[in-house]
Every structure is written in structure tokens, then in C-alpha cells.
């Protein structure tokens, strides 16, 4: 019996704590390089009491797997490659960009911003960090890259579930924010990043410690797109908008305070920023 083997029995006796006997995730092999995370049937305790946007609440699943980290530039230069497809950021032209020495919730418009260019021609460049994650994507071309992989954007509430891994807190890791555990926007304004946690804009995906079944980056690098709406937003809304979750290495305490496990963004479907980006999730 090889190893992996082993560890799947393991985790079946674990009975849903998602990890092997070694204390090791337990994760397969998915198409595109992803891997995968098996997020069991059951009845998960989501939301906060007295949240106004996102009060607690249960949500019953059937199971389904759930990438482990963020969509790369790698996985989706793949995607472009295989079947030509054009982001709207492409088609539009151009792309709203932010960074170090912006006003907060400044964003402006640059020609030539899109995935292969985030922040315009003058870089940096996705295809010489094929391990950080892609952006300057909409929510429509990443439904177009889960729909080619065969898999889908996770709905709010598995990504809650999957992100909180059992945790009950505003973070993976309790409820006091921590810079180091994920990037996020160090500093009191845009105009001076301090960069305590080692990265201004998006870090390689992994690159900070995982929460407790696995999963990578669920609090900042990029912001990732889900399915569903919240009961609080109009119909007319939910119509022309996606929500996102977890904020991104734009976000800090004194502005776009969404890095957290509870929090709902949401933009239009059809636009992109440098700070949006997404993961793949699986049904069973
Ligand atoms: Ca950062
Ligand atoms: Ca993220």
C-alpha cells in the first residue's frame, strides 16, 4: 500500500478533521495542477452573531473539493493557451490599478492593464510570476476558467466553510489580526506600505502558513470570487454584481477592511482589478 493510500484510509477514520496522521493536509491531484481539498458532507456553524452582513447562520453541503490556493498566472496562461480566450480587461483595453502612493480607494484607469500586465506595460509582467495569482480578471472569465477545467467558483458559503476550517474566529488563526500570516496592506495609508508581512502587491500563492485543513491565502493575497448573494443585496444588484471574499494585499484595517472570514465584497461582473483574483472548487 503506497503512502498516499494510506493517508486516505487515515483521514476516513478521521472522520472529517482533514488531516492525516502525520498532521499533513490531505489533498489529491486535480486537473491544471490544482490540488484538491475534500470538504466533507455536514452542517457547519458560519457567520457571527450580530454581524450586520453576515450574522450566524448554518449551511448544510453535500461535500466538494476545493483548490488548496488561489488560481495561478501559470494555470490560466494554460487556460488562454488552450483555447484563446480573451479576458474583457483585453477587449476593454485597459484596467483600473492601484499600489503604493494611491489615495485610499483610489483606483485609475491604465491602457493596457489586463492579466498578462496588471499594472500596465510597464510590469510587472504575469508571465515572469507564473506562481503568484492571476487578476486583472472579471467574475465572467473566471466562471470561463472554471467551466474549462470542468469545475466551478465556490459558493459564499463553501468558501466560508472551507476557509474557516472549523475555526470560529474572524481569522483562521483567532481573532486578532497577525500581518505575518497573510498579506494584507501594512501601513496606515496606500501611500507607504511599511511591508511587514514581505510583499506590496501579490505574493506567490503558498507563501504564508495554511489554515487547518489546508488551505492557502484564504485571508488576503487576492480577493476570490464566489457564487450566490447575500440575502441584504437587491435583486437589481445581484444582477450586475459578484461577490468576492477574504480580501487582498490592497486591504488593511484603515481601508477595504474585508481580510477577514466574514465579510462580503462584491464588484461588477464584468470588471477586473489587480487585486481580484479566484479558486476552483469541485463537487463530489
Ligand atoms: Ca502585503
Ligand atoms: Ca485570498
Known amino acids: 500500500m503506497d503512502r498516499p493510500a494510506?493517508?486516505?484510509i487515515v483521514f476516513a477514520m478521521l472522520a472529517g478533521s482533514?488531516?492525516?496522521?502525520?498532521?499533513?493536509?490531505v489533498k489529491q491531484d486535480g486537473p491544471n495542477g490544482h490540488k484538491l481539498i475534500t470538504v466533507p458532507a455536514g452542517t457547519y456553524a458560519l457567520g457571527s452573531k450580530g454581524h450586520p452582513t453576515n450574522p450566524a447562520h448554518a449551511f448544510k453541503t453535500s461535500g466538494f473539493r476545493i483548490a488548496d490556493c488561489e488560481t495561478t498566472n501559470a494555470q490560466f496562461s494554460r487556460f488562454v493557451a488552450a483555447t484563446g480566450y480573451v479576458t474583457y480587461a483585453e477587449k476593454q483595453g485597459w484596467s483600473l490599478i492601484g499600489g503604493e502612493g494611491s489615495?485610499?480607494?483610489e483606483w485609475r484607469r491604465m491602457d493596457g492593464a489586463n492579466w498578462r500586465h496588471p499594472f500596465g506595460p510597464q510590469g510587472p509582467d504575469a508571465e515572469k510570476l507564473p506562481d503568484h495569482?492571476?487578476?486583472q480578471i472579471s467574475g465572467e472569465d473566471a466562471r470561463a476558467y472554471c467551466k474549462w477545467i470542468g469545475g466551478r467558483l465556490p459558493q459564499l458559503d463553501e468558501w466560508e466553510t472551507a476557509a474557516r476550517a472549523?475555526?470560529?474566529t474572524r481569522y483562521p488563526w483567532g481573532d486578532t489580526y497577525v500581518p505575518r500570516c497573510a498579506n494584507t496592506w501594512n501601513g496606515i495609508n496606500h501611500l507607504k506600505n511599511t511591508r511587514e508581512d514581505g510583499y506590496v502587491l501579490t505574493s506567490p500563492v503558498r507563501s504564508y502558513p495554511p489554515n487547518a485543513w489546508g488551505l492557502y491565502d484564504v485571508i488576503g493575497n487576492v480577493f476570490e470570487y464566489c457564487e450566490g448573494h447575500p440575502a441584504w443585496m437587491s435583486a437589481e444588484?445581484?444582477?450586475r454584481k459578484i461577490c468576492g471574499r477574504g480580501g487582498s494585499w490592497w486591504c488593511s484595517d484603515h481601508c477595504c477592511n474585508f481580510h477577514n472570514l466574514l465579510d462580503v465584497g462584491r464588484m461588477i461582473r464584468t470588471a477586473s482589478l489587480p487585486n481580484?483574483?479566484?479558486?476552483?472548487?469541485?463537487d463530489l
Open 18 to 25: 482533514l488531516m492525516a496522521a502525520d498532521g499533513e493536509a
Open 6 to 8: 494510506v493517508k486516505r
Open 276 to 282: 481580484q483574483g479566484f479558486r476552483v472548487v469541485f
Open 166 to 168: 472549523g475555526a470560529t
Open 237 to 239: 444588484e445581484a444582477k
Open 133 to 135: 495569482p492571476v487578476t
Open 103 to 105: 489615495a485610499e480607494w
